[in-house]
């Protein structure tokens, strides 16, 4: 289910709107609350999934105005465990156990939404680093621009990858607003000669982060989801083709690019893994130590 946050005046009242649907979805599937193992959240941000704190969330807060929120406090809500997690970690979790793909056990999984955030799974196993920053991919330093960023810097990856740079660099280009990527989409699906433009400027600034990657994780698979997978069609052979000509340092066939089979859909089927794993292995298992 999905509904309208903008609706709501607190995360409270979101809450407990949540709590109200969960139980009302057990009620019509006739399903006792002793046989869920539990609910994981699924959040964009820096996340203690042990303490149960959303530590820092630049886009929670431009968007909802939550930058810190201690999830403890809202356990008594369920008659069930809850946990949290950062969505690219649950994502990355979907994808490496899909169709048990056990080749999939060295992976980095790029969420790219309006902010860009990764999942980085090391040996089968799930790398946070030590203070749970690990894949802050987004706002790694990318180049000067003129926006600044939700964290409050200016040049950050996200600016120009994100999928909001599509939206506003086709205002700057045609004085036209959008209201929606998929808007963006269609433009592309029609030929649009000015989205063509502006998507290949996109291409070059995906690519060369993309390489970055590379050099730093050397991961097996790099995974593409998120809201930028519906544009599969226009973005994974050209970024194929980009990366072959500007990799000095790697040939065409020792990484492998894809986007995701869950699509947009990835984080929350990983976020239902999280508790499953938790009841029958010990939760600590999914997780590499720093």
Not at 74 to 82: K, N, Q, V
Not at 176 to 181: A, D, F, G, N, P
């Given at each position: 289910e999905s509904f309208p946050y903008s609706s709501f005046s607190n995360?409270?009242?979101?809450?407990?709107?949540?709590?109200?649907?969960?139980?009302?979805?057990?009620?019509?599937?006739s399903i006792k609350t002793d046989n869920i193992l539990g609910v994981c959240f699924s959040l964009p941000g820096i996340i203690n999934e042990k303490e149960k704190l959303l530590e820092k969330g630049p886009n929670m807060e431009t968007y909802l105005g939550?930058?810190?929120?201690?999830?403890?406090?809202?356990?008594?809500?369920?008659?069930?465990?809850?946990?949290?997690?950062?969505?690219?970690?649950?994502?990355?979790?979907?994808?490496?156990?899909y169709d048990g793909r056990s080749q999939f056990s060295n992976l980095v999984y790029l969420a790219v939404n309006r902010g860009i955030s990764a999942g980085i799974v090391i040996g089968g196993k799930i790398y946070k680093g030590g203070h749970h920053k690990a894949g802050l991919l987004g706002h790694q330093f990318y180049k000067e621009s003129e926006e600044i960023c939700t964290c409050g810097k200016k040049g950050c990856w996200e600016l120009f990858v994100g999928t909001g740079a599509l939206i506003r660099n086709h205002m700057k280009l045609t004085g036209?607003?959008?209201?929606?990527?998929r808007e963006f989409y269609f433009k592309l699906v029609r030929g649009d000669n000015n989205a063509f433009t502006i998507w290949n400027e996109y291409l070059e600034d995906f690519s060369n982060g993309l390489i970055n990657i590379l050099i730093s994780y050397?991961?097996?698979?790099?995974?593409?989801?998120?809201?930028?997978?519906?544009?599969?069609?226009?973005?994974?052979?050209?970024?194929?083709?980009?990366?072959?000509?500007?990799?000095?340092?790697?040939?065409?066939?020792?990484?492998?690019?894809e986007i995701g089979k869950y699509k947009s859909n990835?984080?929350?089927?990983?976020?239902?893994?999280?508790?499953?794993?938790?009841f029958f292995r010990n939760s600590k298992s999914l997780y590499l130590s720093a």
């Open positions: 995360i409270d009242d979101i809450m407990d709107h949540l709590k109200e649907r969960f139980i009302s979805i057990l009620d019509d599937k939550i930058n810190h929120l201690d999830f403890k406090n809202y356990t008594h809500l369920f008659p069930f465990p809850l946990e949290i997690e950062n969505e690219a970690i649950t994502a990355a979790l979907a994808e490496m156990m036209e607003s959008l209201e929606s990527t050397d991961p097996v698979n790099i995974i593409i989801g998120g809201e930028i997978s519906l544009f599969e069609d226009f973005l994974l052979i050209p970024l194929q083709e980009k990366m072959i000509q500007k990799n000095m340092f790697q040939d065409d066939q020792s990484v492998n690019i990835a984080s929350l089927i990983g976020a239902a893994m999280i508790p499953i794993q938790a």
